[in-house]
C-alpha cells in the first residue's frame, strides 16, 4: 500500500488561514483520524507540546487545579506567533463548552485552537449555544479512494456542470482496480485499510461497533437497553440499499416505533450510520419515502452487492462533504424513486438543482429503462452506471455512461 502516512484532502482547508480566529472543529467517526490529521499540524507548525487529550487523567486533573493551565503554557512557547493547540475529546468533560469558550476568549489572539470530537460536535449546530460564532465544523470521513492513491484534492472536485464532471472523473485516468478491492475489503478506516491483513481487520472490525455503541452512544444518549441497539445493528446490513422501514425494524426487535426511530437517530449522531433522503418534486412521479441508511464501516455488510452500494455511498458523501467545505455552491446527496417502485441509487444536487444521476452495479449490464425516466424527469441529468468490475467504459446514449469505480474515483 506504500507509506503509511497518507495527505487527506481535507488537511488544508480546515487549517487554512482564510478562516482567520475561528476554532476549526474536526467531527466524523471514530477513529477516521481526525487525532492524527490534527498532529500532523502541531507536528509541522512545532507545537508539538500543545496536544491535549481529554481522555487522560492527567489533563482533567490539570485543569482541575489549575483552570488557567493553557496560559501558563503558551508563556513559555516562543513568542511573537501563533500557536495551533488540540485539545481532543473534549466534549467528553461535564461544562466543556463554557471550557472552550473561556479558552478561545482569552487566548484568540495568540492561539488556533483545533477541537477533535464526534457526535457532541456536531450537536451544536443543531441549536444555539455559547460557541456560536467562535468555530466552524468540518467533517472527516474515512479514507475514499482517492486519498489511497494519493490523488490532490482538485481531481475529485465538480466542474460547472455534471457533464463535465464525469467527463474530467473518466479522462486521463488508469483502472485501479487492486486498490478498489481493497478499500470495499478493509473499509476505508485507516487501520484496518493500512494493515492490510484479513484477521487484523477481523478483530478489529468485529469491536469497533460494540466500542461506540458501549461507550458513545450509551453517554449521549443514556439509552438503557443498550444490548437492543446492538440487536438492531445486526439487523440493519440487510437494510442497506433500500428504503428503511422502521416498522418492519419495530416488529422484529419487539420495540415500539419511536424507541426504534431514536435508536436510529442515535446511529446517525454517533457517526455508525448516515442517511440519504428521497429527491421529491411537485407534479413528477417522483415520491417521498423512507430515508436510505448506510454504515460508515461498510466491512459489517457481508452481501457484496450492498457492501459495494454501501462502498459507493461512502465516496460519494466524502466528495460532498469536501466540495462543501471548500466551494461556495451547496451541493448534497439524494435518491431517486417514483411511484412504481423504480430506483436510481443516487443523485448530486447542486444548490438544489440535480447535477449527476448515479446507479451501482457489480458487473457491466445495459442501463434499466427506468434509468432515462428519471434523468428526463430531473430535467435530462446525466447518468453514471458505476461497476464493480475491472476496465469498463462504455456511453449508452448521450450522457449514459457505465464506468468502473475503480477508474471514477480514482
Not at 268 to 276: C, D, K, P, Q, R
Request: glycine share 4%.
Amino acid at each position: 500500500m506504500g507509506s503509511n502516512i497518507k495527505k487527506r484532502h481535507a488537511a488544508d482547508i480546515i487549517f487554512s488561514k482564510i478562516f482567520g480566529r475561528q476554532m476549526r472543529f474536526i467531527a466524523g467517526p471514530r477513529q477516521c483520524g481526525k487525532t492524527t490529521l490534527a498532529k500532523q499540524i502541531l507536528t509541522l507548525a512545532k507545537n508539538e507540546n500543545f496536544y491535549y487529550n481529554w481522555d487522560k487523567k492527567e489533563v482533567r486533573d490539570r485543569y482541575r487545579k489549575e483552570h488557567s493551565f493553557l496560559s501558563a503554557d503558551i508563556l513559555n512557547a516562543q513568542p511573537g506567533s501563533r500557536h495551533w493547540v488540540c485539545l481532543d475529546e473534549i466534549h467528553k468533560f461535564p461544562n466543556w463548552k463554557n471550557i472552550l469558550k473561556d479558552f478561545f476568549d482569552t487566548h484568540e489572539d495568540k492561539i488556533n485552537f483545533i477541537v477533535t470530537g464526534s457526535a457532541r460536535l456536531d450537536l451544536l449546530r443543531k441549536s444555539g449555544d455559547c460557541l456560536a460564532g467562535r468555530y466552524f465544523l468540518f467533517n472527516l470521513n474515512p479514507f475514499i479512494l482517492a486519498e489511497l492513491l494519493d490523488s490532490d484534492v482538485d481531481k475529485i472536485l465538480p466542474e460547472n456542470n455534471g457533464l463535465e464532471y464525469i467527463e474530467k472523473m473518466i479522462a486521463n485516468k488508469k483502472f485501479e482496480q487492486d486498490f478498489l478491492d481493497q478499500i470495499v475489503k478493509f473499509s476505508g478506516f485507516p487501520e484496518p485499510l493500512l494493515h492490510q491483513n484479513s484477521l487484523f481487520a477481523k478483530k478489529w472490525h468485529d469491536s469497533y461497533l460494540e466500542r461506540i455503541v458501549k461507550e458513545d452512544i450509551r453517554d449521549l444518549s443514556h439509552i438503557r437497553q443498550i444490548e437492543k441497539v446492538m440487536d438492531l445493528i445486526f439487523l440493519l446490513p440487510d437494510k442497506i440499499a433500500s428504503p428503511l422501514s422502521i416498522n418492519s425494524l419495530r416488529k422484529d426487535l419487539e420495540l415500539n416505533f419511536n424507541t426504534v426511530k431514536n435508536y436510529i437517530n442515535y446511529l446517525i449522531l454517533g457517526y455508525v450510520l448516515f442517511a440519504l433522503s428521497p429527491f421529491h418534486k411537485k407534479n413528477t412521479r417522483l415520491v417521498k419515502k423512507e430515508k436510505k441508511i448506510y454504515f460508515y464501516d461498510w466491512a459489517v455488510i457481508q452481501d457484496k452487492a450492498k457492501r459495494f452500494e454501501n462502498f459507493v455511498a461512502m465516496e460519494l458523501k466524502t466528495r460532498i462533504d469536501t466540495w462543501n467545505d471548500r466551494l461556495e455552491d451547496d451541493y448534497d446527496l439524494m435518491y431517486v424513486r417514483t411511484k412504481d417502485g423504480k430506483e436510481s441509487d443516487f443523485l448530486i444536487l447542486k444548490n438544489k438543482n440535480p447535477y449527476v444521476l448515479f446507479e451501482v452495479k457489480l458487473s457491466s449490464s445495459k442501463i434499466s429503462k427506468h434509468h432515462y425516466l428519471h434523468s428526463k424527469l430531473l430535467g435530462n441529468v446525466p447518468f453514471v452506471q458505476l461497476v464493480k468490475e475491472d476496465k469498463i467504459l462504455k456511453v449508452e446514449n448521450k450522457n449514459f455512461y457505465i464506468v468502473s469505480a475503480s477508474r471514477f474515483f480514482a
